[in-house]
């Protein structure tokens, strides 16, 4: 099970971290996935990290102010949102899968409840 936390009320320019931990499995041999949909949006990805901890990109509007980590110790994969912007408002979930980070969402599962961030003045 993955459970998200972290979200919340920004303000456009701040900043939030959020977490997605696991319970009953071990983290350090999956990839894990960051995802986010908004209202009236399809679910589009956004940051993955790889067992390896190699990370891929999902997509271009989060480059250079989202980044992906992981602390195996803690079971805990991370998402730190910087300069957030009010098109990063979304409900943000993170799922499982095997090892690499794959091309396609379909090989994501376990996904948690997720957690809504919403940026606005």
């Known amino acids: 099970q993955l459970v998200e936390s972290g979200g919340g009320w920004v303000q456009p320019g701040g900043s939030l971290r959020l977490s997605c931990a696991a319970s009953?499995?071990?983290?350090?041999?999956?990839?894990i996935g960051w995802f986010r949909q908004a209202p009236g949006k399809e679910r589009e990805g956004v940051l993955c990290?790889?067992?390896?901890?190699?990370?891929?990109s999902y997509t271009d509007s989060v480059k250079g102010r989202f980044t992906i980590s992981r602390d195996n110790a803690k079971n805990t994969v991370y998402l730190q949102m910087n300069s957030l912007k009010p098109e990063d408002t979304a409900v943000y979930y993170c799922?499982?899968?095997?090892?690499?980070?794959?091309?396609?969402?379909?090989?994501?599962?376990?996904w948690g409840q997720g957690t809504q961030v919403i940026v606005s003045s």
């Open positions: 990290i790889s067992s390896s901890n190699d990370t891929t």
């Open positions: 799922a499982v899968a095997p090892k690499y980070c794959p091309l396609f969402e379909a090989r994501y599962h376990a």
């Open positions: 009953g499995f071990t983290l350090d041999h999956y990839a």
